[in-house]
């Protein structure tokens, strides 16, 4: 399948008769919510976001930077940056990328894996200091996968792309609650992970054979947004939803709690049990992680004390948490005497809630 250009005049929704709903299955694709790194350049390793929804897809280290910029086209106000630390040749078995699983609620009506699969198309804004042809993957994580090519043609200019991708009537692809839909923008990919671009293939790859490295560039730039999944062969106008729509979505995956999120007893001198409910319920049950540097307990009887560890996020008896909330036992530094605590003093971020996928 050719990759075509569509004029801004034609991205209306009135091509496809398109209801109103959830029309974009990516989440986050204006890179509006940055809920980790506010911004901030990260070094990632394999399976850290730079911004909410988009997870690094890597198996080498140091070889570049992300981050939420405030740079982009009409209409958007950021971008995903990423950014190449030196001159990198990839090996056959490395790769580096940008990678957003849907959640297959969000993807079952495309009917992939049946007889009536539907076809579906990705549009999306990208910009680079490198011009040539580039590539990306839509798969389904396992045995099938999609390899897409796009050219840049003009240098640090926003240009808009699509991809029309052939419903798949093979392979097998969630529906519930796990990944549905993995879409993969690929920044440097090894030999072993690539395949031919614009047809189905066999496998689960990360990227399409002929397209070109940016990791290879010292101080090469790469940056993408508004990124549109959806259902029909013609890509139509951008989804806007509101910020805290997006917010609301991204909370599903992973949210923050900091100061006054919690409220509890503490149980002994230097250990309290606190209750929390999610905002927005999680996707599954979502693990909790301290960030102890942000936050405190405070109590009247004692406070406030420096927190020191977090023992267990859990629910009931101990059995496990659910995706609407639960218990957290935390531990200070200092002694309380008793009595009702609550997270204060706290910046956002204090702990984190996951239930990426």
Do not use: H
Not at 247 to 264: E, H, I, K, N, V
Not at 284 to 301: E, V
């Amino acid at each position: 399948m050719a990759l075509t250009q569509v004029p801004n005049a034609m991205l209306s929704s009135d091509l496809q008769g398109v209801t109103p709903g959830f029309k974009n299955r990516i989440i986050n694709g204006a890179m509006a919510i940055d809920q980790r790194n506010g911004g901030a350049s990260i070094t990632p390793s394999n399976g850290t976001y730079c911004v909410d929804r988009w997870q690094n897809a890597v198996n080498v280290s140091s070889k570049y930077s992300c981050q939420q910029v405030a740079d982009a086209p009409a209409g958007f106000r950021y971008s995903l940056k990423a950014t190449s630390l030196s001159a990198y040749t990839i090996g056959a078995g490395e790769l580096a990328g940008f990678r957003q699983y849907i959640e297959g609620y969000n993807t079952a009506d495309l009917s992939q894996g049946t007889s009536g699969a539907t076809t579906f198309t990705l549009s999306f804004w990208v910009k680079s200091s490198l011009t040539g042809t580039f590539g990306g993957v839509v798969s389904n994580d396992s045995d099938r996968s999609w390899a897409f090519t796009y050219t840049i043609s003009a240098a640090n200019t926003w240009e808009q792309k699509t991809i029309s991708i052939t419903g798949q009537t093979g392979g097998t692809w969630n529906t519930t609650n796990g990944a549905g839909i993995a879409v993969i923008f690929s920044l440097a990919c090894g030999s072993t992970y690539l395949t031919t671009p614009s047809q189905w293939n066999s496998n689960n790859s990360y990227g399409a054979t002929g397209q070109s490295s940016v990791l290879a560039t010292n101080g090469a730039t790469w940056q993408m947004t508004g990124v549109q999944l959806e259902k029909g062969s013609v890509a139509t106008a951008f989804d806007y939803r509101s910020y805290g729509q997006e917010l609301a979505l991204c909370m599903r995956y992973f949210q923050l709690m900091g100061s006054g999120g919690a409220c509890g007893v503490a149980e002994s001198a230097t250990r309290s049990s606190l209750t929390y409910l999610f905002p927005v319920p999680m996707r599954a049950a979502a693990t909790g992680t301290l960030d102890a540097s942000k936050g405190y307990l405070n109590s009247p009887n004692g406070g406030p004390n420096a927190v020191t560890s977090m023992t267990g996020f859990f629910y009931g008896n101990g059995s496990g948490t659910t995706d609407t909330g639960g218990w957290l036992v935390i531990d200070t530094a200092s002694v309380f005497t008793g009595g009702k605590v609550i997270i204060s003093s706290g910046t956002k971020g204090m702990i984190q809630f996951s239930a990426e996928l």
